[in-house]
């Protein structure tokens, strides 16, 4: 089972589950010509789609249009169900910075035919994450800069503010539905920007002042 580190400390959490949030940034939205829905869409990736700073990201055989989608991740510390958004940050161990690495040609095939995107989202190697910064150090996770380079051009930059559903929000709503435990991964959406990557080319996330990773992509076809 993959784990996810604590920076400065030498504790590991195993990961149970990974849930992602889906049009949580009106201009992403807008350019995947999607509708803002007042409900957040959630999606599962599971554990084995993790992969840490240095590591490869593969494109599996079934797709040839791999997309980047850089995100704020939240790290559950204490588990809850039904957990009300005024305490939700008591919940929350940390952050980090990650990819929501996507088969947007496998994932498109799936929405016209009315399919799960589950092998669109949650294939090997499709959720790179940093080590994950205390939420003590990070006073408000509602005004990050998020990077996302591609060989050293900018293809991604904005601001969590600019989140529709903040992060109380998300886990008052994602609790209801599933009980979080400690250890659990929340993406929490992509802003504007993302577009393809191809083999040989080399993936930088950054959560500005926090945390980087560095990915090269490799297909395995």
């Not at 999607?34 to 055989?61: C, H, Q, W």
């Not at 929405?111 to 090997?124: E, S, V, Y």
């Not at 990050?144 to 600019?162: A, F, M, P, W, Y």
């Amino acid at each position: 089972m993959k784990s996810i580190t604590i920076r400065d400390t030498k504790e590991n959490i195993p990961v149970g589950k990974i849930l992602c949030i889906g049009r949580n940034y009106a201009e992403h939205a807008k350019e995947m010509k999607a509708d803002v829905l007042e409900t957040p869409v959630v999606f599962i990736k599971p554990s084995t789609a993790i992969i840490f700073d240095g590591e490869e990201i593969v494109i599996p055989k079934i797709s040839d249009d791999m997309h980047h989608e850089v995100e704020l991740v939240v790290a559950i510390g204490k588990s809850g169900k039904n957990i009300p958004a005024s305490e939700a940050h008591s919940h929350i161990l940390g952050y980090a910075i990650g990819l929501d690495m996507t088969l947007r040609d496998v994932q498109s095939d799936a929405k016209k035919k009315g399919l799960p995107w589950t092998a669109a989202k949650g294939f090997d190697t499709s959720a790179p994450v940093s080590e994950i910064i205390p939420a003590k150090l990070i006073s408000d996770p509602h005004n990050l800069t998020l990077i996302c380079r591609v060989n050293g051009e900018v293809r991604q930059q904005s601001s969590t503010d600019k989140m529709i559903s903040r992060i109380e929000k998300l886990i008052e709503y994602i609790s209801t539905i599933f009980t979080l435990e400690r250890g659990d991964l929340i993406f929490t959406g992509t802003p504007e920007g993302v577009s393809r990557v191809v083999n040989g080319d080399i993936i930088e996330a950054e959560l500005v002042g926090f945390a980087k990773i560095i990915h090269q992509v490799k297909s395995a076809y």
